[in-house]
């Protein structure tokens, strides 16, 4: 489920950033793209996940799933969001807000992630490389989401740039991760 989700999201978010960098003639083309992208990432859920826990802990045998399906629903929501916006043409300061919403839980599964994960925390017996992809694309999510956050909530025309770029870097390196988790979960 992650590294298919990590894929479509950042593909969504790259679409969105040639959108805030101004190369896409039509919102509507980004719409349709990000929209797509968001219900398929929702579609995401019905897989099972490669992070069950091996050994059961009393009461959180699944919490690294459901964090992470947390994480899924709140981002294919917000790509949804922007394909909405795109093709109808609304006002995008809803998304902004709605950009602080995620930074926040973002950052609450990235460090649920990271702690939980870590050599010496609950879910230890994990490989490194998972755990490091784990926490490494919720943090990137968090600074996508905050950068947004300030440029599409407050309309700061200064951070247009910033944004676009943060965000076109930021959803390659989350597609590669995501690519990486792929690879690894089929051999």
């Known amino acids: 489920m992650e590294g298919i989700f990590f894929v479509l999201i950042g593909a969504a978010l790259y679409s969105q950033a040639w959108s805030i960098l101004g190369l896409y003639s039509e919102g509507r083309t980004m719409g349709i793209f990000t929209a797509g992208l968001g219900l398929l990432s929702l579609g995401t859920i019905m897989f099972g996940s490669t992070i069950e826990p091996t050994v059961l802990v009393e009461g959180g045998a699944g919490s690294l799933t459901n964090a992470l399906t947390a994480l899924v629903i709140l981002w294919a929501v917000y ?3 922007v394909g ?14 709605y950009s602080s919403f995620l930074a926040v839980a973002s950052v609450i599964v990235f460090l649920y992630f990271a702690i939980s994960m870590s050599p010496g925390g609950e879910f230890s017996d994990y490989s490194e490389g998972l755990w490091l992809s784990m926490s490494a694309v919720p943090l990137v999510l968090t600074v996508i989401s905050t950068i947004t956050f300030f440029y599409l ?32 979960a089929i051999a």
Do not use: H, K, M, N
């Open 79 to 81: 790509a949804v969001g």
């Open 84 to 97: 909405a916006t795109g093709i109808w043409e609304f006002e995008d300061r809803a998304i902004g807000f």
């Open 153 to 184: 909530g407050f309309q700061f025309q200064l951070l247009r740039l910033v944004s676009g770029w943060f965000t076109l870097l930021g959803s390659i390196v989350i597609s590669l991760i995501g690519l990486g988790v792929v690879a690894t």
